[in-house]
């Protein structure tokens, strides 16, 4: 449930990560490629025989791949939502207008930063 300190996009995003995010990834090949070719290196990591301590280090490597490559999923979503915002709104305003902004009046750096 939502706090009064949530951010409505921050409680939007939430919901379709642990919601709609399963079910796309469940029908994505690429990613279940993908997801096949780990768990086939985690067998093959398994019947290594590696001592206990290098499986720690092997552990601890491997955890902060995926913390990192999370947070990069994570922080590329949230981009993504932004840009479809600030596409959206420049649509509305074009609709409503009728002008388009040039190149030269439109940066990165002036839209949405996380």
Do not use: C, P
């Amino acid at each position: 449930m939502a706090t009064r300190d949530d951010n409505l996009l921050d409680v939007l995003m939430e919901e379709r990560i642990h919601k709609g995010l399963e079910k796309a990834l469940n029908d994505n090949e690429l990613y279940k490629s993908a997801q096949k070719e780990v768990d086939e290196a985690i067998n093959k990591l398994e019947k290594a025989g590696l001592s206990r301590e290098q499986n720690k280090v092997v552990d601890k490597a491997i955890s902060a791949a995926n913390a990192s490559g999370a947070a990069y999923g994570a922080t590329a979503y949230r981009q993504g939502f932004y840009d479809g915002i600030k596409l959206m709104s420049e649509v509305d305003r074009v609709s409503q207008t009728g002008e388009i902004l040039d190149k030269q009046n439109f940066s990165y750096e002036n839209s949405i930063v996380l």
